[in-house]
């Protein structure tokens, strides 16, 4: 099957009309004069011929005159040229590769231009060096060459790929390292020695992020090249949190209004750092007018396109670049070769017709038969020793590209030798085909033991070294290694920084800092600017009971319910379990009224023991005054279950105890009541009401009262008793422990039945308090159920507005104030005549006018 076969017709008609655009274009940009021929600059016949495309000159002298003179001579491609003739040389001289098979090259000058490319990488297709347009016919004829090596920057190497495709012809960079080459649909035959810049992008963002510098300005070539990369980078850069102020252009042509208006931007900008997808011409551009304004504060990071060049930095003469770090393909000795490429007599031949003006740059001599002449130079001999010259083409800097140059052409050779092992019968003079399917037959070591080999996508394997700029004292620039990145490694390894020092711009010691906030400290979060990048923010204190503890953490993390925040808002504390404990000054306060009510009822019992026979104890049925001082005694008690740890055990005994015990106290109070108003009825004439309220009645009823009591403590214990419980409501920072009531409406009966016989009590005793006694005892009931509903009255608003451990303190106040009023109000005043006025504990002082004498032994117990 044909090319022509292969292709379809509208891409015919595409490269048509890309053969006419690129050859108008090229009658205005060729490296050469008017009329003279299109020829290889460098030709050599072999079995199998290489081509090669390479800028030996780079622009014109004169620009007015492009007819008079010729264009300025490049050493670069004359660099390139011969790290490919070299590796010629070895292959032709081995007896292992390709044995008995010459290689061949014909080498062209692409002279900077795309036209000129394309033109000449059609030359090299199709054999039709003077052809000005190749017909259809020329295009079917088999290859006359087997690959193309070359050509350096990638927009020329993406014009060229796209014109050789349909002849399936290799075309191996160097140098061209656009990330865009890697897609096989468009430059299906593209091939390069040099990673592509989508490792390169990214390695320089994770470079940029491992110094912190989250705040950068771009500075890209406006061309495939820098666009690319810089896209690639950007997208990666978001990605690590990474932001840009600035991001701009430049190209080697642009007008000086709009470099000056990049340089007005760099200098107005608040980033330190500047990151570069530039070729080394644009960046000339830039820093030459950087110069001017002695602008060396910036920190730069490059690509492999400048960092490792030393005619960049002998071109940086203000020092505008010093402490630069950035990526460059390894280092790289491949022996011989430096010798080759210095060994300049060989071009001395008559094919060579460039030998003269080469020579001529090269020794800054003129030979007596140059046109150029004007008698004011030293004369060439011819030759001239290289010992002691010092310009661009003894400067072996870019040995790593050399190097690449080298394993291209390793590469072809070592490609067609596994074909031709597969085809013994095949004859000298042989017509390859390497076709589409390149990569797979090229799997080899060097000589020096680096393997090499292509992806799926035509490129090699993606290693850098990591290059810092570090002058010296005589003011030459010294390329330190100082780390490896390794695209092949996992990503949390891939970059290795050396333990080496770093020098960093303007010879600082110190790592750079440029960032558009300063970090957020733990304890705070970030808050964005708003109108600006993400990169740009303000540091906002975590809200209490949050926290933050890492640095510029987005947000505060609420603590858990049982911790929170300490003062500088960066960790969570436990929070203070308050309680009411014996430990503190408030605790051992009511322990000690608790205890002290209780020692008083203690004195109170044994004082009424001790004259238990006395009218005045005898008085309205001892036994209930005894069983009072012994309820009120566990008034006190009960007080004590409501301090200290709340427990299951202290929750459910507190409230039902509480309950229980002053059910007993008020139901010993009303039966005192009723008896003083039974004993009054009882003296009226025609009455017997005390027959039906005795001393075994008075007992029945006290225990009919608690008993109701005890079965809504027992019912309450049953369905949901009390339980612990950790309140996180009342306060922020602190965990209250209480007792929780389990159920509501068992505690309010609870409450409500002690309040119903509370308002019994202090009815009969105000309905008692005017009878005719001279120690009428209703009037001391009636004066200590009045302090006790008063007491639990205020105790309800009181409990509920108090916080935390006051709560309990309020209830444990109110039952030792409503026991003491119980215990003072009845009790203290028989005490004050049992022991100061003995004379008034008689029954005839005890008795009032209106009861007579028949009736003294009722009223006694």
Known sequence: MTSTQRWPEQ????????LVVSFSQAEDSVCRRRGDPENPQLFKDGDIMLGGIFSFHSSWKNRQDTYMHKPFLNFRGFQYTQAMLFAIEEINNSTDLLPGISLGYKIYDACVSIPRGVRVALALATGNEMVSMPSEASCTRPAQVQAIMGETSSSPCMAIATVIGPFHIPLISHFATCACLSDKTKYPSFLRTIPSDYYQSRALAQLVRHFGWTWVGAIRTNDDYGNNGMATFTETAQQLGICLEYSVSVFRTDPPSKIQQIINII????????VTFVSPTDLYVIINKLAQYNLTRYQWVGTEAWIFDSQTAAMDWNHILDGAIGLSIPKAHVSGMREFMLDVKPLNSPSNEMFTEFWERLFNCKFKQSKSSTGNESECTGDEDLTGVQNSFTDLSLMPIFYNVYKGV???????????????????KVQLSLGLNFEKYVVFNTKEGDEVYFNEYGDPPAKYEIINWQPTEDGIVDFVTVGLYD??????????????SLIWAQNSQQVPVSVCSEKCLPGTRKVLQKGKPICCYDCLRCPEGEISNITDSITCVRCDPEFWSNERRDACVKKE???????????AL??????????????????????????????????????LLFSLTLCFLCSLTFIGRPSEWSCMLRHTAFGITFVLCISCVLGKTIVVLMAFRATLPGSNMMKWFGPAQQKLTVLGFT?????????????????????????????????????SVSFWAVIGYIGLLAMLCFILAF??????????????????????????????????????????????????????????CIFIPKCYIILLKPEKNTKKNMMGKGFPSSREDREAG
């Open 410 to 428: 390793y590469a072809v050779a070592h490609a067609l030798h596994n074909i031709l092992s597969c085809n013994k019968t095949c004859n000298k």
């Open 267 to 274: 200098k107005a900008s608040t980033s330190k750092v500047i």
């Open 707 to 743: 008993l109701i009591q005890v079965i809504i403590c027992i019912l309450w214990l049953s369905i949901s008793p009390p339980f612990p419980f950790k309140n996180f409501q009342k306060f922020k920072d602190k965990i209250i422990l209480e007792c929780a009531l389990g159920s």
């Open 767 to 824: 309905l008692a308090r005017k009878l005719p006694d001279n120690f009428n005892e209703a009037k001391f009931i009636t004066f200590s159920m009045l302090i006790f509903c008063a007491v639990w009255i205020t105790f309800i608003p009181a409990y509920v507005s108090s916080p935390g451990k006051f709560s309990v303190a309020v209830e444990i106040f109110a039952i030792l104030a409503s026991s003491f009023g119980l215990l003072v």
């Open 577 to 587: 379990a308050e309680f009411l404990s014996y430990a503190e000054i408030m605790g």
């Open 11 to 18: 891409g015919w008609a595409l490269l048509q009309l890309l």
């Open 487 to 500: 695209a092949s490694l996992p990503a949390d390894k891939q970059l290795n920084l050396q333990n080496k």
């Open 590 to 627: 009511l322990t000690a009224a608790a205890l002290f009510g209780t020692f008083m009822t203690a004195v109170v019992a044994f004082i009424f023991f001790r004259y238990r026979q006395t009218p005045i104890v005898r008085a309205n049925n001892s036994e209930l005054s005894f069983l």
